[in-house]
């Protein structure tokens, strides 16, 4: 389909032959065209290894699998010619200028001399590298490292991009600024599909999100709507005196089991369905409990907390997924 970027269906692949990992098992995707799509899971879901499969650096056991028309397998080469990757790990010479790398780079997929060094002054322009172009790479920042391996995955102006956990490693500041040139390379028309080990990311950078676990799409849609699948909003409750918990909990106009306790942070929380009910209803109650709240707050559900929901996953969420 002419508005659809990469289409994924009933993929298979298996490390360790027939007895072995399942790392897809039928998974199904589809990602629009000019859209970032995110890709959550948790530590073994399958994500790395899509975008091996999707990149043609992984042959896939079956299921059908096309990026920018053309299938992985019997395409390949049309697809390494629509492709940028960027993994999670830089692919630059610290020795050489920034500009030098990314006119190495240009030499590399054959562009020719003049249209290499004239690709390198528009992609340091783009990203705002243009005034350090001739510094080493080993003087730049984590961020402006990040951001010129970014610009050397689009020397050849690629329409589907893959990012896998871009901003691993990087402090706020890094992350923002590769955040930055993401959203501008979505505004020119290409197509970024995201993996990320932050969830905050995928709420702050794509269209669609797409929850995988043990090699499967468990979940897919906006952020707004897959926080709607925890049950809405929550209320939160933060009490003055961590002893009052018990009490306070009991007090509370809300099914119990639904009840969250968090004593280190002094910490209730709740899904709720009607917002200004439960917030008037949770005050007076404890009012007249004689519970003391040091705050309370209505809040959607955190791209967190559906990670949990969904995948029923206990461990770290920011792990490096198989």
Known sequence: MADTAITVVDAHKKYGGRNGRSALAGLDLTVARGTVHGVLGPNGAGKTTLVRVLSTLLRPDSGRIEVA?????????????????????????????????????????????RRA????????????????????VRQYSGGMRRRLDLAASLITEPEVL???????????????????????????????????????????????????????????????????????DRIDVVLRDAGQLGAAVALLPVPKDTVSVDPDRRLLSA??????????????????????????????PTLDEVFLHLTGDDGDPAKEAA
């Open 69 to 113: 028309g053309y299938d992985v397998l019997t395409r390949a080469r049309e697809v390494r010619f629509r492709i940028g990757l960027l993994g999670q790990h830089a692919a630059l010479d610290e020795e050489l200028g920034g500009h030098q790398n990314l006119e190495m780079f240009g030499r590399l997929y054959h562009l020719g001399a």
């Open 271 to 300: 899904p709720v369905t009607d917002r200004m009910a439960a917030l008037s209803g949770v005050v007076r109650a404890l009012e007249e409990g004689g519970v003391e709240a040091e705050d309370i707050a209505l809040r959607r």
């Open 162 to 232: 893959f990012l896998d956990e871009p901003t691993t490693g990087l402090d706020p500041r890094g992350r923002t600024e590769v955040w930055t040139a993401v959203r501008s390379l979505v505004g020119s028309g290409t197509t970024v599909l995201l993996t990320t080990q932050y969830l905050e990311e995928a709420d702050q950078l794509a269209d669609r999100i797409s929850v995988v676990d043990r090699g499967r799409v468990v979940a897919e849609g906006t952020a707004g709507e897959l926080k709607a699948l925890t049950g809405g």
């Open 117 to 136: 060094r004239a690709r390198a002054d528009e992609l340091l322009d783009r990203f705002g590298l243009a005034d350090t172009g001739r510094k080493a």
